[in-house]
Structure formats: structure tokens, C-alpha cells
């Protein structure tokens, strides 16, 4: 098994749906969650940073922990075109999923 | 925000070359920093973590011998993929974290095509 899974997608909706992106981990010791963004043959940026359980809302996005599961989320509300783009987790920094890749279209 | 920069950004070089690819944080001391390669559609595998004036540890798997890793100060790191072969294009990404956060700034990658 994996320590990351994550569905590779492509997930596509239409302008302002509410997209729910996940992942599934292995390792309980993980503490840190983080999900990060990339565009096409640009590097990852750090959209969203937990640390253990709960939830952390920035703007449109909002990221889930439940380490009960082990399970991580991450919700886009009124998704834009412009959110179109690769989303990685990754835990505990040095382990992440395989992303995946959103399609927003207007 | 820490910004990483990475130079240069698309290198062609020819089988049996070496290239050699900087990395630099610009605005925070990075005590360490990492390397990963992208394969397309695949996700970031690690392949050496650096810690400044230490040697790299690298990943289980990944030539140390073959993928040089230089951390010679707070800002800068190298990665120089020696004798080159197509097998090794990819896009290489790499990360610096300080200290004080957890937190890992990417740099924008390198494109490297071996021909």
C-alpha cells in the first residue's frame, strides 16, 4: 500500500461548483497535512498547511483532517477557471499523493 | 511570501553530458533543501535531501554517485545529474525550508531533455 493514495482525475465541473478533492494516508505518525497547487510544468505552491485534526478555511478553500480515517480534504467553493490545475497533498512534508488534476471550464 | 528561484529553467544537453542545476532561496536561509524529479503525469519523487554544509541523503534507489548534490551555503544548492542519458529527462523540482517552519517552498523546476 501506498503511504499517499490520491484519485489522479482529471476532475472536471463547471464555473462555481464546489470541488471536493481527497486523500488517503497510511502512516498514523504523520502530523503535518498540507495541500499544494501546480500548474502545468511550473513548480508545486503551498496552498493550505493543518497540523493534526480539524479544519482550516482560507478564502474559498478549506482543508479537512480526520486522522481517525486517515483522510485529508481539501474544498474549492465557487470554483474559478482559473483553480484548473494539479492539487497535491502531502504529508508530514516529504510524502505526497500522485495529484490530481482539476478541469474547471466557464 | 520565501520565493525559491531555480536556473535555468530548460536545459538540452546531449547523452554522456553533465548539466549542472541551481537552486536558490532568495529572500530566507534554507537550511535544508530537497530534490525531486517529476516524471509527466507522476508525482514529486524525492531523491536527496540536503542539509547546508552536510553531505545529501539520498533516497533509497537514487545514485548518489550519478545525481551530485552540493549545499554549500544557506541560499544555494546544486544538483548535477553527471553523464547524462534520456532516461534521465525529467523535470526537477527542487524545495528549501528554514529553521522555523515546517513548511517547503518550491522552487519553479528545471526541464531537463537529454537527446
Known amino acids: 500500500q501506498k503511504e499517499v493514495e490520491q484519485d489522479p482525475g482529471p476532475l472536471s465541473v463547471p464555473e462555481g461548483a464546489i470541488v471536493s478533492l481527497n486523500c488517503t494516508y497510511s502512516?498514523?505518525?504523520?502530523?503535518?497535512f498540507m495541500w499544494y497547487r501546480q500548474y502545468s510544468r511550473k513548480g508545486p505552491e503551498l496552498l493550505m498547511y493543518?497540523?493534526?485534526?480539524g479544519n482550516k478555511e482560507d478564502g474559498r478553500f478549506t482543508a479537512q483532517v480526520d486522522k481517525s480515517s486517515k483522510y485529508i480534504s481539501l474544498f474549492i467553493r465557487d470554483s474559478q477557471p482559473s483553480d484548473s490545475a494539479t492539487y497535491l497533498c502531502?504529508?508530514?512534508?516529504?510524502?505526497f499523493g500522485k495529484g490530481t488534476m482539476l478541469l474547471v471550464s466557464p | 511570501g520565501a520565493v525559491v528561484s531555480q536556473h535555468p529553467s530548460w536545459v538540452i544537453c546531449k547523452s554522456g553530458t553533465s548539466v549542472k542545476i541551481e537552486c536558490r532561496s532568495l529572500d530566507f536561509q534554507a537550511t535544508t533543501m530537497f530534490w525531486y524529479r517529476q516524471f509527466p503525469k507522476q508525482s514529486l519523487m524525492l531523491m536527496a535531501t540536503s542539509n547546508e554544509g552536510s553531505k545529501a541523503t539520498y533516497e533509497q534507489g537514487v545514485e548518489k554517485d550519478k545525481f551530485l548534490i552540493n549545499h554549500a551555503s544557506l541560499t544555494l544548492s546544486t544538483l548535477t545529474v553527471t553523464s547524462a542519458h534520456p532516461e534521465d529527462s525529467s523535470f526537477y523540482i527542487c524545495?528549501?525550508?528554514?529553521?522555523?517552519?515546517?513548511?517547503?517552498?518550491f522552487g519553479p523546476g528545471t526541464r531537463l531533455t537529454v537527446t
Open positions: 493543518t497540523y493534526s485534526s
Open positions: 524545495s528549501a525550508s528554514s529553521m522555523s517552519s515546517y513548511e517547503q517552498y
Open positions: 502512516n498514523s505518525a504523520f502530523q503535518y
Open positions: 502531502a504529508c508530514s512534508t516529504l510524502t
